[in-house]
């Protein structure tokens, strides 16, 4: 039995038929480019997230960069963020010519530490982004008041965490904007690269479509150096299809975690990840823990178990941000997660025979 990490077959099973007639009507109409679908998908989003803005962009790099631009953030800003990450929080950041400040992460939910992230302020501060790793919402009640304190914005990068919520409040609007990804293996993944910023906020709102549309609100009227960062509208229709069901979908996600930790709970050997209680996680990765990962991962993958590691690593342990003079040890918590963690297969179709098998392979791994 082969049991990927993620199963997106299945789900374009689930939304072929609509994906089929909305892509008929944009091909028939040729309306590649804001396509109605387009519009239609924003407003759909913005609802879902609970936004009052959503600005469909090409990807969810772009979507964090535009996002930062659009409030304030220029060349030489330090924008404060974990090590813990995928590389486009960072890049991002280097894209508008900021200085990207890392920080720890604690070693409980391996999300950004509020307290090394208030230490890493200083006068060049000129946003905080906040993580929303695995889908698991960042800390963001003190992150919040350190932003406040130093009057700077916080952004958050809400790109694993599409229908999360804290304290009831949905994960894209905490902070003044956020950028998403519907890269094909998000939550809500589009059938290539898509992303979106939401905010409450109608003038950064109004910034990020300019800067995404060649700087442009009126057609060959170009009042900054924008760039071209549209939702096509191919992909506005497969993410409006997926929308529908992605609460259900999220639901599902919710239960295997729970079949997950049922599982895993006479092995010891293997540490589940720990939910925080103020979250409704989306578990976009079920990340564990073990003793000699590159062993262990290597045992599933030779069982035919789809497993990955999010991230083997830390950024600045890479060549691309060798740069900042951050050596080996700058990040203990972050560097010691990275040997041990696992990310085990995750998607609304898994079925519970499959969970049995992943467990049952990794309970002979680790023993
Ligand atoms: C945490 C995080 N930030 C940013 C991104 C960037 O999104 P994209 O790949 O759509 O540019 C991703 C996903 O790839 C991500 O997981």
Known sequence: MRIP??????????????VRAGLDEVFATTA?????????????????VG??????????????????????????????????????????V???????????????????????VRAAVGPRTA?????????????????????????????EDAAQAQGARR????????????????????NLGAAGDAGAVTTDDAAVAHRVRALAAHGSTRKYRHDVVGMNSRLDTVQAVVLEAKLRRLAG????????AARYADLLRDLPAVRPPVADPANEDVWHLYVVQVPDRDRVLAALHEAGVGAGVHYP???????????????????PVAEAAAGRILSLPMHPHLTAAQQERVVEVLRRAVA
């Not at 962009?57 to 631009?69: K, Q």
């Not at 690593?313 to 990040?331: D, E, N, S, W």
């Open 313 to 331: 690593v830390p950024l600045h342990l890479t060549g691309a941000y060798r740069h900042l003079g951050l050596g080996p040890g700058a990040f």
């Open 127 to 155: 946003a905080l982004v906040p993580v929303h790793l695995f889908g698991q919402v960042a800390p963001v009640e003190e992150l919040l008041k350190t932003a406040a304190d130093a009057g700077v914005p916080l952004v």
């Open 32 to 48: 590649f480019v804001g396509g109605p679908a387009v519009g239609r998908f924003e407003a759909a989003y913005a609802a879902a």
């Open 167 to 186: 304290h009831g409040r949905p994960a894209g609007t905490l902070g003044i904007a956020a950028g998403t990804s519907f890269y094909p293996g998000k």
């Open 249 to 256: 979908w999220n639901a599902r996600r919710r239960a295997a």
């Open 51 to 92: 936004a009052r803005h959503c600005v469909g962009v090409a990807n969810g790099t772009d979507a964090l960069e535009l996002a930062l631009r659009a409030v304030g953030v220029g060349t030489g800003g330090e924008v404060v963020l974990p090590v813990n990450t995928f590389v486009a929080t960072a890049e991002a």
């Open 5 to 18: 990490l993620v199963d997106l077959a299945a789900q374009q099973a689930e939304v072929h038929a609509e």
């Open 94 to 116: 280097s894209r508008i010519g900021a200085v990207p400040v890392l920080v720890d992460v604690d070693p409980v939910h391996l999300l950004v530490d509020p307290a090394a």
